[in-house]
């Protein structure tokens, strides 16, 4: 009848009205948030999780508390004082703290020795950054040994462009060989996965160590007659990471006899700008007046 159907759709209302509700007290149980929190003590209850309550709050508290053998006054809390709750609020470190493992006990510091050790200790300088460069070594003849600086990451690599400008280079001052170019690479910062590079120092002079030892014991770099270092860090990494790049263009004498570093700008910089070439060519080719063994 149509009378029977507004108590069926009032009916069916409320059975969907529960069920939202069950569902929305199942999700706030699960990630456990309580929706209500009791502002009154109870005889006989727990104590009551903290709770941040307004000022009005916490004087309602009081005045509901208050035992009938101590009346309460009006005098009693002055208006220029507001009333301090029995609890410290926990702060959002604390409950952070909650979840991470307990700090290591530090020992105790007697108070005679703080007060004596009231000089603050100088802050020690700590290089943080670390040069990254990535060389590329190429022998050319017995006597002649190429050290090129390439892009540290990426996709630009030495790529046959580059070995096309190289030769160029080499033939422009009358170096020819019969040997098929080959090639290694340094990079640095070095990395292991073992962490024992970590710990060693990976400053600037470490880097220029460390490239020193390698072009010597792969390359026999003390033998080379010409050597050809073409970018920034191939110069300074090389020669003296403490000199400027600009400083160490051109012709530098080597510590054996007829021995000579050619610096000049870096096979990637001259094919981005051609201008370069020729300031690259007044930098190496002195070499070709050079004595020769």
């Known amino acids: 009848m149509p009378g029977d159907a507004n108590p069926t759709t009032s009916s069916s209302i409320d ?10 007290q199942g999700y706030l149980d699960a990630m456990g948030i309580q929706t209500w929190y009791p502002r009154v003590q109870l005889l006989n209850a727990r104590a009551p999780r903290p709770f941040d309550w307004i000022q009005e709050d916490v004087r309602a508290l009081n005045n509901e508390t208050a035992t009938p053998a101590e009346p309460v006054t009006q005098n009693t809390i002055s208006p220029s004082r507001e009333p301090t709750p029995d609890y410290t609020p926990t702060r959002a470190a604390d409950i952070l703290g909650q979840f991470l493992p307990p700090a290591p006990e530090q020992p105790a ?9 009231t000089t603050p200790e100088p802050a020690k300088s700590v290089n943080t950054v670390v040069s990254k460069f990535r060389l590329i070594v190429q022998p050319v003849t017995d006597e002649c040994l190429v ?49 024992l590079l970590s710990r060693m120092n990976q400053d600037d002079h470490s880097a220029a160590d460390a490239v020193r030892a390698f072009l010597n014991n792969q390359y026999g770099l003390t033998r080379r007659r010409t ?21 160490l263009r ?24 051609s201008v370069l070439k020729r300031e690259a060519w007044q930098d190496i080719s002195p070499l070709l007046s050079m004595p020769r063994a």
């Open 227 to 247: 050597i050809l270092l073409l970018g920034q860090s191939a110069a300074r990494f090389v020669l003296d990471p403490e000199i400027d790049f600009d400083h």
């Open 147 to 195: 050290v090129a600086e390439m892009p540290h990451s990426g996709l630009n690599q030495f790529s046959r462009f580059h070995q096309r400008l190289l030769n160029d280079i080499l033939r422009a001052l009358n170096v020819t060989t019969d040997q098929a170019p080959t090639f290694r690479e340094f990079i640095w910062p070095m990395a292991d996965n073992r962490g």
């Open 250 to 273: 051109g012709i530098q004498q080597g510590n054996q006899p007829n021995q000579y570093f050619a610096v000049t700008y870096g096979l990637n910089e001259l094919m981005k700008q």
């Open 15 to 24: 059975e969907q009205y529960a069920h939202r509700e069950q569902l929305r």
């Open 109 to 117: 510091v007697e108070e005679k020795t703080a007060l004596t050790n």
